[in-house]
């Protein structure tokens, strides 16, 4: 700026002045001179300790323990970015990793970024950061989670915990608090690992969990390539990777899940992540006519796949809760009426909080399916897509999720996460949380998975106070 407009702001009427205000006017430019031609707005100052808390007022008078997000803000950005790819006759949309959809997604959510002041960070894995301004050196406090969406996807998943994160820190923007560590929101590419496995591929790259060149390499079950739809949608991003390591993270996500819900409960405190592996098994065997093959004398892929996908719901029933098993994705070649298959390609996802059993479940998976595969005649090859084990989040900023919702008035309950999060990544380099609300039946991955306004706004408020806590604070563990 804009020493022009700075001398505007101070010559104009200056003579129109009694003696008494030039004299204070005097007295303050050089101060405001400092703070204005540093282009940047007040919030950006140098960020300062706040040693209480309890005293710190907003630029509008009120407590900062007051300090709410502004849930129609929220509910319009929710809304805005679901009209891109929005799914006709639905509440949902389809915005698949790196496709045209998703650029569009990004491209607003980017604007949003840029409005509030905030500098925009792109790595080569297309993750995108947004920090506000500082002068200082200390890491930022974290949030953030994705905006890709399954091609049946909610408006919630993922989108939720970004726009809430940039709601938080326009609202303390908004407030003028001077904090010691700035905020930052991040959505982080491939979330959901339905394009492109594994699934949270562009935090598992943030945190150094995977080389770039790899992950650059990763062909979609489309056939394309991340490396070459990144370029084409214009975000292979030139920030270095891994990526800064955070002060702390804490993400905001729709549980996605029946339990809150069920037990009337508005937060979740999310203690960890499931353990999750994900496999793509091939089978090959004779294709032929299906009226005058007979059963004894054919090679069937598909019969061992139905076999198979039957025999991990009876696994998953017999280890018991919590682990899950699920055949998602079946393609059968040539895939017609009156064929006898050639191929048979199926994902077996099988999840548990528990390693060991997680880890039977795939080594009896394993035997049922080498086994039926011979009974049949067939061949089969396994490939794995995604294999994390299980994660449990920092205790201590559990504990003040904990506390922060009840301190908020809301009812709380600590439970792990069935799906997975951007958040069991960045758990490997920094004290990492989770905040989870309602899901309405329980549904997600479905365009009718649905979070009330009321709960949006009270997990973006523990969000708000929980980042509050740990940009003031020394440490989590303070
Ligand atoms: C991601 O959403 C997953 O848990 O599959
Ligand atoms: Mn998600
Ligand atoms: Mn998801």
Known sequence: METARISTVFCKKRKDRSPCAQRVVRLAEPLLRTVLSGVRPFWARPLLFVKKWATVTTVNGTRAADLRIDISRLGQRLADLAAIGAIEGTEGCARLALTDEDQQGRDLVVTWMRDLGLELSI??????TAVMPSDGNAPPVM?????????????YDGNLGVLAGLEVIETVIAAGLELERPLAVSFFTDEEGARFPPDMLGSLVYVGGMGIEQALEIEGFDGARVGD??????????????????????????EQGPVLE?????????EGVQGISWQEVTLTGQSNHAGTTPMHLRKDPGFVAASCAAYVRELALKLGKPQVATVGRVEFRPNLVNVV???????V???????RVLAEAEQAFHDFAIKAAADEGCSISFESLARFEPVSFDESLVSMVESVASELGHGVKRMPSGAGHDAQMLARVCPT????????????HNPAEYTAPDDL????????????RLAKEGSPHD
């Open 123 to 128: 790595d080569g894995i297309g993750n995108v």
């Open 143 to 155: 949030t953030g989670s994705h905006i890709d969406t399954v091609a049946t996807g909610g408006r």
């Open 229 to 254: 739809e990144l370029a084409r949608i214009g975000y292979a991003g030139s920030a270095p990777l891994p990526g800064r390591v955070p002060h702390a993270f804490v993400e905001l996500h729709v």
């Open 262 to 270: 069920v037990e009337g409960v508005t937060v979740g405190a999310v």
């Open 341 to 347: 298959p050639a191929t048979a390609t199926f994902t």
């Open 349 to 355: 996802d099988l999840r548990n909080t528990d390693e």
């Open 433 to 444: 949380a989770m905040i989870f609300t309602p899901s309405v039946n329980g549904l997600s």
């Open 457 to 468: 706004e009270a997990g973006a408020n523990v969000l708000l106070h929980t980042m509050l």
